[in-house]
């Protein structure tokens, strides 16, 4: 073979010089998409495809220059040399062929390298090292009910890093166990899963305010940034913009041009608007919430966007906080569902893109419109662009449960986890899926570990008492109910525990004190009524019941007329008129509450109106309809802790089927096969 002759061939056809300028302009575009392309917030996906085009392209422009000449008659096939050149200069058409095969392989295998690697050097590093917790920011001021506005701090840092998609940053429900600090940097970031640690402290005397920022690598525990920050109020703004810029900064991560404007936004010029706008995130995200704080809640964003009309992210978290009241029922009005509705459209024509309203409508599909399809959409588009924002991740979890996708939601509860890994209450809500599905065992081992968490938490006690309801251990429910103070209150489980042990009269007192408690709502006062008319009934006071259930009676009709939607109303009035003895009113409320709310349309809420329904025909007489309801129930998973074999065992409220065969069969029999995909 002659080397020499290939050569001379290979620039007689210009080969060289279409190499060189098809290298030449594919640099300049590779240089002209990685600069331009996150400017317009083009994902990294494109500039990646735009290389692997450009190295597959090489030898294709390398074969056509072989095969093709520019002549003034047009493109044409290269002429061949004269024959006696031709002679000379013949290469071999296998180690031609296998030159250009060679070509080939080694374009593609530089472009799939160069796919495949991340165009960021950092990302190379473990992902700790690009992991981020903001701890609690400690109130130094002298009036202490300012720690609102520490926490507001704290919260809008992790909010801001979080749009950051080179960041993982902690949720702050998983920090607030950290508010006091006693375990060493090192430690917490370990049980955080994360390098990088930022504390600081809040001092705001009047309109002036001092924040002190540090950035620690939790390793080494080096302070890799510092800043000492002495401000007026009016310019929070620009301190957090800065604090989260800098963090950034100092973690190596590279913005978009989006993520650059989320930096400096400013949420608002008016300052007593912010105030409030921060005391509604404060109700909103206190641990062992009660449906007083939420109410709080949507009335301080409410104040906050009378205040400055034009407050988007007010505004989103006002159609946040009321669709949340009204899913829960704690406020199932129309008013209720038209101020969550008007606030997210008002968000959205203010700051459409914002996560916060994306948010805003996705729960309103969510929570009042139950368009579980739409609002997946939404939350995935927000995981999606806000890699670690939480609550998009939590709610998917929660519209996979609301979708029968049980295992999905298991899995999707687990990768929440990994970005808020000490929140107790996620785990529960993991607990919940299980024990909607009668995994007894499995939702008392996920409870301990909530437990792990927060030793002590009442909420997770009385859930764990819940759940050796379900599975009939009344022992061990009772030395756990123990345990939770009295100044918790948890009423509800502490009564479950008298019912099941037939200590109506204990019942009683527990219940009665409650109408002594200020701000009670209408609801919560007529269905105490219908509770404690049926355990007088139980306990054989037939007259102190009648009382009770002629006190509830008018107010649930009017609840029932304000909130046609909500189940728990009509199930109440229904179990009222059951007690009353009117069997076909028991009956049409009954079915009322099953058509507001069908398994269909809410597979978790739907079929404990179905239960309140057997309730019903049980203590009216329709016996067999109640006991094919309670097969049913038996294998559906749904609620928090659903009818169990072990509840209709103890429960007397189903004392009126004990003598039918079908009931013993159901009651002596194992616990059913829930069926679930």
Not at 284 to 306: I, K, L, M, N, Y
Not at 390 to 402: F, H, N, Q, T, W
Request: glycine share 4%; charged share 25%; hydrophobic share 45%.
């Amino acid at each position: 073979m002659n080397w020499k002759n290939f050569f001379a061939e290979l620039k007689r056809r210009n080969v060289y010089r279409v190499a060189i300028a098809y290298a030449v302009v594919a640099w300049l575009l590779i240089q002209i998409a990685t600069q331009t392309f996150p400017f317009f917030e083009i994902p990294n996906w494109a500039v990646r495809l735009v290389v692997l085009l450009l190295g597959l392209g090489f030898p294709v422009a390398v074969i056509l220059a072989w095969a093709l000449e520019l002549t003034p008659e047009g493109v044409q096939l290269t002429k061949s040399a004269p024959a006696q050149e031709r002679s000379q200069r013949r290469t071999p058409r296998a180690l031609f062929w296998s030159l250009i095969a060679a070509g080939v392989v080694a374009g593609l295998g530089l472009t799939f390298h160069l796919f495949r690697t991340p165009s960021r050097p950092a990302a190379a590093e473990p992902a700790a090292k690009r992991a981020v917790a903001v701890l609690p920011f400690e109130n130094l001021s002298e009036d202490k009910a300012n720690a609102y506005f520490a926490d507001g701090m704290q919260d809008e840092i992790i909010t801001r890093l979080a749009k950051i998609g080179d960041l993982k940053v902690i949720s702050r429900t998983s920090t607030l166990p950290y508010k006091a600090k006693p375990e060493k940097i090192s430690e917490i970031a370990r049980q955080l899963g994360v390098g990088h640690v930022v504390e600081g402290s809040v001092q705001r005397i009047a309109d002036r305010v001092r924040i002190n920022v540090q950035l620690i690598d939790a390793a080494t525990d080096d302070h890799l940034w510092a800043e000492l920050y002495d401000r007026n109020v009016a310019d929070v703004f620009e301190v957090q913009s800065e604090v989260a810029t800098k963090i950034a900064s100092s973690l190596q991560a590279k913005l978009s041009g989006r993520e650059q404007k989320a930096m400096t936004e400013k949420l608002t010029d008016n300052m007593a608007a912010y105030d409030a706008y921060l005391r509604g995130i404060d109700f909103d995200s206190r641990p062992g919430q009660t449906d007083q704080d939420e109410h709080r809640a949507a009335d301080a964003f409410a104040e906050a966007v009378r205040l400055d009309p034009k407050f988007a992210a007010a505004w989103a978290r006002l159609s946040r906080a009321s669709a949340g009241l009204y899913f829960q029922h704690i406020d199932g009005t129309a008013a209720r569902q038209e101020i969550a509705r008007s606030a997210a459209e008002t968000a959205t024509r203010l700051n459409p893109s914002s996560p916060e309203t994306l948010l805003a409508n996705a729960y309103y599909r969510y929570h009042v419109q139950r368009d579980y399809d739409g609002a997946r959409e939404l939350f995935e588009k927000i995981q999606r662009e806000v890699p670690s924002n939480s609550d998009a991740r939590e709610a998917l979890a929660r519209i996979a449960r609301r979708q029968s996708r049980w295992k999905d939601s298991l899995r999707l509860y687990e990768e929440a986890s990994k970005l808020n890994p000490r929140d107790a209450h996620l785990v529960m809500d993991r607990a919940w899926t299980l024990s909607m599905l009668r995994q007894w065992h499995l939702t008392l081992q996920m409870i301990e570990q909530a437990e792990a968490i927060a030793p002590g938490d009442a909420d997770v006690l009385e859930n764990k008492a819940s759940a050796y309801h379900c599975a009939g251990n009344l022992p061990a429910a009772r030395a756990v109910i123990e345990q939770i103070p009295a100044a918790a209150g948890k009423t509800s489980v502490r009564v479950q525990q008298a019912q099941y042990e037939r200590r109506y009269g204990n019942a009683i007192e527990l219940l009665e004190p409650k109408f002594a408690e200020s701000n009670l709502p209408p609801q919560h006062r007529a269905t105490l009524r219908q509770w404690i008319g049926s355990f007088r009934s139980l306990a054989g006071d037939a007259e102190g019941a009648k009382k009770e259930y002629l006190e509830a009676k008018p107010e649930l009709e009017t609840l029932r007329r304000e909130q046609p939607k909500n189940i728990f109303v009509a199930g109440a009035l229904a179990l009222t008129e059951a007690g009353l003895g009117d069997k076909e009113a028991a009956l049409a409320e009954a079915q009322r509450g099953m058509s507001a709310l069908p398994p269909s349309e809410d597979p978790v809420f739907g079929p404990l109106a179905e239960e309140t329904a057997a309730v019903v025909e049980a203590q009216v007489g329709e016996h067999e309809r109640a006991i094919e309801r309670i097969e049913r129930l038996l294998r559906t998973p749904y609620g928090a802790f659903p009818l169990s074999v072990a509840k209709l065992r103890m429960d007397p409220i189903w004392d009126p089927l004990r003598s039918h065969p079908r009931f013993q069969a159901v009651v002596e029999g194992p616990e059913p096969r829930t069926i679930y995909d």
